[in-house]
């Protein structure tokens, strides 16, 4: 049961441009949404979060978008870089009473930013 | 560097070995968790800690697991017997937990890769 999927596998942008990374989840219990980005042979890392009482949250050139109703978030990244090429994982978490704050991870998007 | 460390990077052992894990928070969270990643996937939830207590265990966490925070820092996770099956990215983090039912924002270490043969 992918109670978190990230349909693309991969997406390639051009350095400069807007990289769209979506994910959709199933379970309505999930209160909290974080993006991490990964590189190979390093752990995970934090780039941003987003409460279910919010619609949107920006940090920088990262901006993350979340549609309730759709139970879909999407993660945008304004400019591209190529140093932004990395696997990206969307994760949630259904609270503590509910799930003990364990995150649920989607399969990961390999984003590749071409100079 | 205060990030989450984690001891070995890569660990090597022939089926039917025991392994274990070192993992080091940053130093004033309260939570660590555990998960394991396989290849082309995300990773999956095995156990988390709140101070010294093992407050949550998943099902893929067999018997042949088992995880120790014994003075509420450092932690532990050994696997005996391994398994082929166990080969995989083991990850550990950590997160600072204000209150009771507050969302936690979890930092990872770089994990340990391991291998059975």
């Known amino acids: 049961d992918q109670q978190v999927k990230q349909n693309s596998p991969s997406l390639s942008v051009q350095e400069g441009r807007i990289s769209i990374l979506n994910c959709d989840y199933t379970?309505?219990?999930?209160?909290?949404f974080l993006w991490y980005k990964k590189y190979p042979a390093e752990g995970p890392t934090f780039l941003i979060s987003?409460?279910?009482?919010?619609d949107k949250n920006e940090d920088g050139r990262f901006t993350v978008f979340l549609n309730k109703s759709a139970k879909h978030l999407s993660l945008h990244i304004v400019p591209s870089q190529p140093g932004d090429s990395a696997v990206y994982f969307c994760a949630a978490s259904a609270g503590e009473e509910t799930s003990g704050s364990r995150l649920t991870f989607g399969e990961g998007t390999q984003l590749t930013v071409n100079p | 560097d205060t990030g989450v460390s984690q001891d070995p990077r890569h660990k090597i052992t022939k089926r039917g070995q025991n392994v274990t894990f070192r993992c080091d928070p940053i130093s004033e969270h309260n939570r660590l968790y555990w998960y394991r990643q396989t290849l082309g996937q995300g990773p999956e939830f095995l156990t988390y800690f709140q101070n010294e207590a093992q407050l949550e265990k998943s099902r893929l966490l067999s018997d042949r697991f088992s995880a120790e925070r014994p003075k509420g820092s450092f932690s532990t996770l050994e696997i005996q017997r391994t398994e082929q099956g166990d080969s995989a990215m083991y990850l550990c983090a950590s997160s600072l937990a204000l209150t009771s039912g507050s969302t936690d924002t979890q930092y990872f270490g770089p994990g340990t890769r391991l291998t059975v043969l």
């Open positions: 379970n309505s219990m999930f209160d909290y």
């Open positions: 987003i409460s279910s009482i919010k």
